[in-house]
């Protein structure tokens, strides 16, 4: 249960230059998932979510990504359970993925990366333990939430 005092990262405004190639990279190819898509008057934006998290990208014409240059938030993480087979899945979806590295032999020092077509850049970790401990539980069908 959650309390007044609890602060959850929900969104992260991401700046790009094409908001259609950015929600086909960021679908199709990484395999977010596209919560939405709002065009109006004011505003026309996209929230993508990667699979099991809490958090959202938010790609679009809102004046925070207007006031940031296409391209310029670097080392954006995300955690996997298995780095191997993250990266293979992005390199068979053509993302181009740096190679590898450990920097650490324990749990939580693997890494690679990767950039979307603007160059804003992720670093992906692994941590072994997700794969049996979710930060979001799956639910009795297997959904995430409570």
Known sequence: MSTPLDWTLEVVVLPVSDLDRAIAFYA??????LDHRTTNEHMDVAQL???GSGCSIVVGTLPAQQAMAPG???GLQLVVADAEAARAELVGRGVACDEIQVIDPRDGGTFFGFADP???TWAVQQIRARAETPLI???HRGRFGD
């Open 28 to 33: 199709d190819q990484v395999g977010f998932v």
């Open 72 to 74: 310029s938030l670097r």
């Open 118 to 120: 603007d160059g804003n």
């Open 49 to 51: 979510t990667p699979r």
């Open 137 to 139: 539980p799956l639910d």
